[in-house]
C-alpha cells in the first residue's frame, strides 16, 4: 500500500502450468494451484484472507494474478485471474466481478493509475477463454476491449503487457503461441487505439 507500507496484498500460485492438468500427471506440483488474495497489516508477519479467496481444489480456476492498490484511497483495490477481474472498494473485505475473462496479464499505466490494462488468453487443451487486450480508464469499474488484430483463438495463448514510463501512450503486448514459443509482438503508440504486429522475423 503506497500510503501505508505496513499493509500488503499476494496472489498465491504459477502461471507457467496452466491447462496442464497437473492434478492428472502426478508430476508433485500441485502447489500450482492458488487460494486466492491474502493480506498482512504488519509487514508481512502475519498474513489473512481476503474476501476473495479459493480452494486448491479449483485447480486453474483458483489462480490469481496480481493485485493493484489506488494510491489515492487504500480502500481501492483491483485484483485480475483466471476467474476474472475483481475490485474491491473496502480494503479487499468484499469484492465485485467487472469481467469474467480468463485473464493472463495486468498493468497499470505508470503515469495514471486510473488506466489499467488486461490480457486475456486461450487455453487449448480447455477450449476456453479468448486472447485479447481490455483497457479500463475507471481503476477496473469498467473494460473495453481494444481492437488489436491478436487471434482469439488456437493460435495464441498467452499474451503479457508492458507500458512505456517515458510515455504512457507506448503499449506493447508480448504473444505466445500454443506451444509456449514466440508468435508475435503487437505495438500501440496511441495509449491501445491502433496495433502494429510485428513477427520473429522483424524483431530480429
Keep these: 500500500d503506497p500510503n501505508d507500507t505496513d499493509v500488503m496484498y499476494i496472489c498465491v500460485g504459477d502461471y507457467a502450468y496452466m491447462d496442464v492438468a497437473l492434478d492428472l500427471d502426478d508430476r508433485n506440483r500441485h502447489s500450482h494451484y492458488g487460494i486466492g488474495v491474502y493480506k498482512t497489516t504488519d509487514g508481512g508477519l502475519n498474513w489473512f484472507p481476503t474476501g476473495l479467496t479459493y480452494q486448491l481444489e479449483q485447480l486453474d480456476g483458483s489462480l490469481m494474478r496480481r493485485v493493484f492498490i489506488d494510491p489515492a484511497n ?11 477481474i475483481w475490485t474491491s472498494a473496502d480494503a479487499g473485505a468484499s469484492w465485485s466481478q467487472a469481467s469474467n475473462e480468463l485473464i493472463w496479464d495486468i498493468e497499470a499505466d505508470p503515469n495514471d493509475a486510473n488506466t489499467l490494462y488486461a490480457s486475456t488468453g ?37 499474451v503479457e503487457i508492458a507500458v512505456a514510463p517515458t510515455n504512457s501512450n507506448h503499449v506493447y503486448a508480448l504473444c505466445s503461441d500454443q506451444t509456449g514459443g514466440f508468435y508475435g509482438l503487437y505495438t500501440s503508440l496511441d495509449g491501445g487505439t491502433t496495433w502494429n504486429y510485428s513477427d520473429a522475423g522483424g524483431l530480429n
Design 74 to 84: 487504500s480502500n481501492n483495490l483491483v485484483a485480475a485471474g483466471v476467474s476474472g
Design 122 to 158: 486461450y487455453l487449448i487443451n480447455q477450449a476456453i477463454g479468448n486472447a485479447g487486450i481490455m483497457k479500463s480508464t475507471d481503476f477496473g469499474a469498467s473494460w473495453t476491449p481494444l481492437t488489436t488484430g491478436i487471434p482469439a483463438t488456437l493460435d495464441v495463448e498467452r
